[in-house]
């Protein structure tokens, strides 16, 4: 084949979708699994720091460090098998155990390979924690029932066998006097490590998920005591839209306020809400996946998602499409108001410009008054210097000066107003 350059991520995108293989585990055994997510939705994970305490946990055992900006991690630690992953909001870890098939079902020092110092150094808080107990399927099932009724709260209890018989899988998704959930899974003897191992990591996703899709509910109850009083103020501001005696641009900028806060709890939500839903989708999938079948009669997990978390997600989608139809209605509502004030304005202008126009008028007339006048005294003024001018011819008419000025008087006025009008002409 002839050399071609390559793409600089082609590399790095085709070895993206093996980067988090499933552990390989055989029954009997256990696992102890811990999500940390950061507080606040607004603060980035740091990976450094996310890295920094893997290695941390990893030096205590003389583990070999992951490679530098690593995002997952797989490799012994002791006597376990840890399994490290970093994703967007929050960082995983999971710690496998063969030795403890024998121990007390979901015993507390499952946990102690996190040791409480190390915890309490960790980057972020715990979002949610895990014990699972991975033993293999008896021939009979009652002995299945016997152990799910000691360990789990029958009334929220899911159980199921999944892919196809290759286990059977419970939890009620309750957390335990230790702080930890619980989840059992009985894998038939022919089931091989991989799958058991994609039995496992399926239970830890759906619980991760679905807690992360929850924080979502968790918003969407803090936003409702608010969303019910800028609703209710919405309402009454549109109400008083119809009244011609309220004053508009008082109207108008009470709407612009509830707009402004509509899109700030908007864009302070909008995140939150676009990842609940891809959570919620991630559950959805993970369930599918399984490929449950009904054991005994038991509810299984899609079955106690439908019941149990379904309406929590439909609440998220109601808020978030209540908040976006608030946010449009208070645009409409200020778009016509705000059309309503420009009309009331422009009939304000065009009562302005009549009065405008009838002041122009008294003033035209006050001005051909004043030029009347202005001819007069312009006349009387000429008269005079005429009449100065003139005065020596009365010796040699024997006209008297009276006479005179009453002959010039009438030539000058017209002289003057034709000069005036004709100055005026010019001007305009």
Same mark, same amino acid.
Request: hydrophobic share 40%; proline share 4%.
């Given at each position: 084949?002839?050399?071609?350059?390559?793409?600089p991520? *082609?590399y790095?995108l085709?070895?993206?979708?093996?980067?988090?293989?499933?552990p &390989?585990? &055989?029954?009997?055994?256990?696992?102890?699994?811990?999500?940390?997510?950061?507080?606040?939705?607004?603060?980035?994970?740091?990976?450094d720091?996310?890295?920094?305490?893997?290695?941390?946990?990893?030096?205590?055992?003389g583990? @070999?460090?992951?490679?530098?900006?690593?995002t997952?991690?797989?490799?012994?630690?002791?006597k376990?098998?840890?399994?490290?992953?970093?994703?967007?909001?929050?960082?995983?870890?999971?710690a496998?155990?063969? #030795?403890?098939? #024998?121990?007390?079902?979901?015993? @507390?020092t499952?946990?102690?390979?996190?040791?409480?110092?190390?915890?309490?150094e960790?980057?972020?808080q715990?979002?949610?924690?895990?014990?699972?107990?991975?033993?293999?399927?008896?021939?009979?099932?009652?002995s299945? $029932?016997?152990?799910?009724?000691?360990?789990?709260?029958a009334?929220?209890?899911? /159980?199921?066998?999944?892919?196809?018989?290759?286990g059977?899988v419970?939890?009620?998704?309750?957390?335990?006097?230790?702080?930890?959930l619980r989840?059992?899974?009985?894998?038939?003897s022919?089931?091989?490590?991989?799958?058991?191992g994609?039995?496992?990591?399926?239970?830890?996703?759906?619980?991760?998920?679905? $807690?992360?899709?929850?924080?979502?509910?968790?918003?969407?109850?803090?936003l409702?005591p608010?969303?019910?009083?800028?609703?209710?103020k919405? $309402?009454?501001?549109?109400?008083?839209?119809?009244d011609?005696?309220a004053?508009?641009? *008082?109207t108008?900028?009470?709407?612009?306020?509830?707009?402004?806060?509509?899109?700030?709890?908007?864009?302070?939500?909008?995140?939150?809400?676009?990842? $609940?839903?891809?959570?919620?989708?991630?559950?959805?999938?993970r369930?599918e996946?399984l490929?449950?079948?009904r054991?005994q009669?038991?509810?299984?997990f899609? %079955?106690?998602?439908?019941r149990?978390?379904?309406?929590?997600?439909?609440?998220?989608?109601? #808020? %978030?499409?209540?908040?976006?139809a608030?946010?449009?209605r208070?645009i409409?509502?200020?778009?016509?108001?705000?059309? *309503?004030?420009?009309?009331?304005?422009?009939?304000?202008?065009?009562?302005?410009?009549?009065s405008?126009?009838?002041?122009s008028?008294l003033?035209?007339r006050?001005?051909?008054? /004043?030029?009347?006048?202005?001819?007069?005294?312009?006349?009387?003024?000429? /008269?005079?210097?005429v009449?100065?001018?003139t005065y020596?011819?009365t010796?040699?008419?024997?006209? &008297?000066?009276?006479?005179?000025?009453?002959?010039?008087?009438?030539?000058?006025v017209?002289f003057?107003?034709?000069?005036?009008?004709?100055l005026?002409?010019? /001007?305009?």
């Open positions: 084949m002839a050399p071609i350059k390559d793409h991520l *082609r790095k085709a070895n993206e979708l093996h980067a988090r293989p499933f &390989s585990m &055989s029954a009997p055994c256990t696992a102890a699994y811990i999500a940390i997510k950061q507080p606040n939705d607004a603060v980035s994970r740091d990976r720091n996310d890295l920094a305490h893997l290695t941390s946990l990893l030096d205590r055992h583990a @070999p460090h992951p490679q530098p900006g690593a997952h991690y797989y490799g012994q630690i002791g376990h098998w840890l399994k490290w992953e970093q994703h967007t909001e929050f960082v995983t870890y999971t496998f155990s063969e #030795a403890g098939g #024998a121990a007390r079902p979901f015993d @507390p499952y946990f102690d390979v996190f040791p409480a110092d190390w915890l309490e960790a980057p972020g715990r979002i949610t924690s895990a014990l699972l107990h991975i033993s293999e399927r008896p021939a009979d099932d009652g299945i $029932t016997q152990d799910l009724d000691d360990w789990f709260v009334e929220s209890l899911a /159980v199921s066998e999944v892919l196809d018989g290759a059977i419970a939890g009620d998704f309750r957390i335990d006097v230790n702080g930890h989840f059992a899974v009985f894998v038939d022919g089931t091989s490590a991989r799958r058991v994609r039995i496992i990591q399926r239970l830890c996703e759906i619980e991760t998920y679905k $807690t992360m899709s929850m924080l979502g509910f968790a918003r969407v109850r803090a409702q608010r969303l019910n009083a800028l609703d209710t919405l $309402t009454s501001l549109m109400s008083a839209m119809t011609e005696t004053p508009a641009e *008082r108008l900028h009470d709407l612009l306020t509830i707009s402004a806060e509509l899109e700030t709890l908007s864009a302070q939500s909008s995140f939150r809400f676009g990842a $609940t839903g891809a959570y919620e989708a991630l559950v959805n999938q369930i996946a490929r449950e079948a054991f009669g038991r509810q299984h899609g %079955e106690f998602m439908m149990r978390y379904v309406p929590a997600m439909r609440t998220v989608t109601s #808020a %978030e499409r209540r908040l976006d608030m946010s449009s208070s409409r509502a200020s778009n016509l108001l705000r059309t *309503r004030v420009d009309v009331e304005r422009s009939a304000q202008n065009q009562a302005l410009l009549e405008m126009d009838n002041r008028d003033q035209l006050l001005q051909r008054t /004043v030029e009347g006048l202005s001819v007069v005294a312009i006349s009387y003024y000429a /008269v005079s210097l009449g100065y001018l020596p011819v010796d040699i008419t024997g006209v &008297s000066k009276g006479t005179l000025s009453a002959i010039v008087t009438l030539p000058v017209a003057v107003w034709w000069a005036i009008r004709r005026r002409a010019r /001007v305009e």
